[in-house]
């Protein structure tokens, strides 16, 4: 009876220890819109035109928002696009420390959304979801050694897509969310896989005359001293 009672504890010890995630460590994503940028033309078709005096202004204000977040931050990525690279920039005056990365996976794109249904996936959406879902099956994942804190800088329609995979919808609605340039969403990762949505599209940090979400009635900003810094370089 002995050997019997202790195989049955052996056994539901190793149950309990099957449904114990692997990790006790928590990943917080904070996403970032980058600032607002005016439509070019002439801009080169990959990488887009960059920041406005307005975006500049912004990008600094969501600087300081993240540089006032009690916790270490252990990277700044940003989509290859020259609107987010510079946005990144200037966070990452604010956060000096900060490894930066790039990655092409979180540049601008358009998945299917609700509103074009009816018709057929374009080769353009369904590269942009495969992108984006590659992105997402890399960085919404647990952390394996320590609390990590991520900053990521994207754009409108990427961080939309991603709170919809998030929140574990339908990822076609991701159109029936705004969020303004430079606001802040927060996801975060626990040890067990599941995500938690804590903001999305936050601009408490921009005063209500600066914020921006890229249409006709955005306010303008004239101001010749918010010169753009260089376009750090990736760390190796």
Not at 48 to 70: D, E, H, K, V
Request: hydrophobic residues 40%.
């Amino acid at each position: 009876m002995l050997t019997v009672a202790i195989l049955m504890i052996v056994r539901m010890d190793d149950a309990r220890a099957a449904t114990q995630p692997a990790t006790t460590f928590i990943r917080t994503l904070y996403l970032v819109r980058h600032g607002a940028y005016v439509p070019d033309p002439k801009a080169d078709p990959v990488s887009g035109p960059g920041l406005t005096p307005l975006g500049l202004a912004q990008a600094r204000l969501i600087g300081a928002r993240l540089r006032g977040i009690p916790v270490h931050f252990d990277s700044l990525t940003s989509s290859t696009m020259t609107r987010a690279r510079e946005t990144a920039a200037v966070i990452h005056d604010s956060l000096p420390d900060v490894p930066v990365t790039e990655n092409a996976l979180l540049s601008e794109c358009g998945p299917q959304t609700w509103r074009n249904q009816a018709a057929a996936p374009t080769p353009e959406n369904l590269q942009c979801q495969r992108n984006v879902d590659e992105a997402f099956n890399a960085y919404f994942t647990p952390a394996t050694r320590a609390d990590e804190h991520n900053v990521i800088v994207a754009h409108g329609n990427v961080i939309r897509y991603l709170v919809t995979k998030a929140l574990g919808v339908d990822t076609r609605s991701w159109l029936g969310m705004s969020i303004a340039h430079a606001s802040l969403t927060i996801i975060r990762v626990r040890p067990d896989g599941s995500l938690t949505v804590v903001a999305v599209g936050d601009i408490g940090h921009i005063p209500p005359n600066l914020q921006s979400w890229g249409t006709d009635d955005d306010p303008q900003l004239v101001a010749p001293q918010l010169t753009k810094p260089a376009v750090l370089k990736p760390a190796a």
